[in-house]
């Protein structure tokens, strides 16, 4: 990681103890060695840009739902990629994830529901973007915690799919908290006992089904026969007219991504991520 350009910032949090941070952050060992010294109990961040970008997930704004995770699932399904290789760092209440770029990719907070993205300033002399590394402990609302790596290597960041470099040039949401993205719908699930027996109608199927596989593998995880069963009952209620069908095998794909993506590192991100934010 010696291009990366880091920063100290202040302890138990993720705040720039620097004025002017992104002009001054470095890789030069020299001044990080001295900033060792002259800060004391820092964190560190790492300026984003210069072709390493990160998407940074949350779910504290998202209480009563799943946040970030629900959002990078249904980016997937939409531009057909898979972003498991991705570099994963459990924040505070998200996660980070970090991926190489060619050329200029303007940040984007907000930009989907409860998923940013820093990389490069929107315009020249724009302000710069950081993220808190792993190693930063947070002291706030819900006690003391620690970034941690559980995916992948920082010394080994993979370049991201170009769809997805697309849509973040292309995409943007207005509002931090809501909306939906990428000519996709949002999808509010009826109870699944009610979905068990009358399915989705046409208009809400393939986003239902995709929202649907993330919320059985959280719900149910490990136990993915559970999960595939309730899907199959819901499938076959589910509008499939000729003209437009939506093959059991789809369906399967989805489930199969969810619990590759939110199975044991997101279930364990949930649970951690979300541990005592509730009375």
């Known amino acids: ?23 001054l952050a470095t890789s030069d060992p020299a001044i990080l060695d001295a900033w060792q010294s002259e800060f004391p109990g820092c964190n560190w961040g790492l300026l ?7 998407l940074d997930l949350d779910t504290k704004s998202d209480r009563e739902g799943y946040g970030g995770f629900a959002s990078m699932i249904t980016l997937e399904d939409l531009i057909g990629v898979d972003l498991s290789n991705l570099p994963m760092v459990e924040t505070y209440t998200g996660a980070h994830f970090y991926f190489r770029y060619h050329g200029h990719l303007p940040t ?43 995916r992948g290597s920082l010394d080994a960041i993979p370049y991201a799919p170009e769809s997805l470099i697309t849509s973040i040039r292309s995409w943007r949401v207005s ?23 009358h399915g989705f109608r046409l208009g809400q199927r393939d986003n239902g089904f995709n929202t649907l596989a993330w919320k059985l593998t959280r719900a149910h995880y490990p136990h993915m026969d559970l999960v595939r069963q309730i899907a199959y009952e819901v499938w076959e209620h589910t509008d499939n007219p000729d ?13 199969d991504r969810a619990e590759r993506e939110i ?17």
């Open 175 to 197: 509002g931090a908290g809501g909306g939906s993205f990428g000519g996709g719908s949002a999808v509010d699930l009826p109870a699944t006992d009610y979905l068990r027996q």
């Open 263 to 279: 199975g044991p590192n997101a279930q364990a991100q949930l649970a951690w991520a979300k541990r005592g934010n509730t009375p």
């Open 48 to 54: 984003t840009g210069n072709g390493v970008g990160v």
């Open 1 to 23: 990681m010696s291009e990366f350009r880091y920063l100290p910032l202040r302890p138990g949090t993720n705040v720039p103890w620097l004025s002017g941070w992104p002009k």
């Open 108 to 150: 984007r907070v907000p930009w989907v529901p409860h998923l940013d993205v820093k990389a490069d300033p929107v315009s020249s002399g724009g302000q710069g973007h950081q993220v808190a590394l792993p190693g930063t402990v947070r002291d706030g609302e819900w006690g003391e915690r620690t970034y941690t790596l559980v």
């Open 243 to 255: 003209n437009d069908p939506l093959p059991w095998s789809k369906v399967q794909y989805q489930i």
